[in-house]
């Protein structure tokens, strides 16, 4: 399996951006489909955004298409969430994820990092 650790979390208030990456170990990395999924305090983890293993398929869910875009970089071995135009409803532990099979909308992923924290200000 393939090792992943998020970076780029923080504070942020509404109507700003960040930019969260995950790194990932091992040279598989490019036959891995790619996710981004989230929790906020009190709720069920929730599907984000994934991106297959070349980059030609990208899913959202539609509480964050047309402000976040997925993109990968497999010379870097590195997935990206930008994130544009932030609510306070998109406050959550941020989770990359990676799995063997489509890129889809799904909560079924092979490997999980550890998650990094977004907070975002009203």
């Known amino acids: 399996q393939v090792q992943l650790g998020e970076s780029g979390g923080g504070l942020v208030q509404a109507g700003g951006s960040l930019r969260l990456s995950c790194a990932a170990s091992g040279r598989t990395f490019r036959t891995y489909a790619m996710g981004w999924l989230r929790q906020a305090p009190g709720k069920e983890r929730e599907f984000v955004a994934a991106?297959?293993?070349?980059?030609?398929?990208?899913v959202y869910a539609d509480s964050v298409k047309g402000r976040f875009t997925i993109s990968r970089d497999n010379t870097k071995n590195t997935v990206y969430l930008q994130m544009n135009a932030l609510k306070p409803e998109d406050a959550a532990v941020y989770y990359c994820?990676?799995?063997?099979?489509?890129?889809?909308?799904?909560?079924?992923?092979?490997?999980w990092g550890q998650g990094t924290q977004v907070t975002v200000s009203s």
């Open positions: 991106i297959s293993w070349g980059g030609s398929v990208t």
């Open positions: 994820a990676a799995r063997l099979s489509a890129a889809t909308m799904t909560l079924e992923w092979d490997s």
